[in-house]
């Protein structure tokens, strides 16, 4: 059972890495599953609709993170443990690390709920691994809107919400090196990916002895 996630703010190329991993890992034989919150499912991908729409500007804070969380709830039970159960690598592209970055730090919910909520959300089911991505925050949103046409309500938000949510992220390795392992993202694409690959490789390799 395996099961990875990419964290890290926005235009931290989380989908390109998760993109390489995921065609690595299947060239290696292993049988991947490569997933997003919020969505990753029917009914998870509509709360994401909802989430990301940026006419919503009224939805309020207490609404955003538990629908974040229900979208979680509803992954985890129609995608992320039956391929788990049925022995797939879950790849997974943000996770719980982003509720208490975004929403703790960024939101400034108190944090121990917002662990409490993800562990209830999750059911207790935590990443193996955690990739956080990093990236300068000026440097990220440019190349986040430069891949879009145009902004979703997160991106919308003043540079000083997404710092508050890079130093949360910063923060959450710190606390658990064990399992989140930080990558500045400066050093280009293929160098950033050989440090991924021997990430999982590590893992992987740790789970089978
Ligand atoms: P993305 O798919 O482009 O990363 O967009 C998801 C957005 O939702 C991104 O701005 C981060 C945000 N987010 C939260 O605020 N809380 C969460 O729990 C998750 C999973 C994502």
């Not at 391929?83 to 929403?103: E, H, M, N, P």
């Amino acid at each position: 059972m395996c099961f990875i996630t990419f964290e890290g703010p926005e235009g931290s190329g989380k989908s390109t890495q998760i993109a390489l991993l995921a065609a690595y890992l299947k060239k290696k034989g292993h049988k991947v599953v490569l997933t997003r919150e919020p969505g990753g499912s029917k009914i998870a991908d509509k709360i994401r609709q909802i989430l990301l729409d940026k006419n919503n500007k009224e939805l309020c804070p207490s609404a955003e993170l538990l629908l974040y969380l229900s979208s979680r709830a509803q992954h985890l039970s129609d995608t992320i443990e039956p391929a788990l159960q049925k022995g797939y690598i879950v790849l997974c592209d943000r996770f719980s690390d982003s509720t208490l970055a975004y929403q703790g730090y960024g939101r400034g919910f108190d944090r121990k709920t917002i662990k409490m909520l993800n562990d209830f959300a999750a059911s207790g089911r935590k990443p193996d691994l955690t990739i956080l991505l990093d990236i300068e925050i000026k440097k990220g949103l440019k190349r986040a809107h430069k891949s879009k046409n145009s902004k979703d309500r997160l991106e919308l938000e003043p540079v000083a919400f997404h710092a508050r949510v890079r130093h949360g992220f910063r923060a959450i390795a710190e606390k658990e090196p064990k399992r989140v392992k930080l990558v500045n993202i400066n050093s280009g694409v293929e160098a950033v990916f050989c440090k991924v690959a021997s990430l999982a490789d590590l893992l992987l390799k740790s789970q089978d002895a």
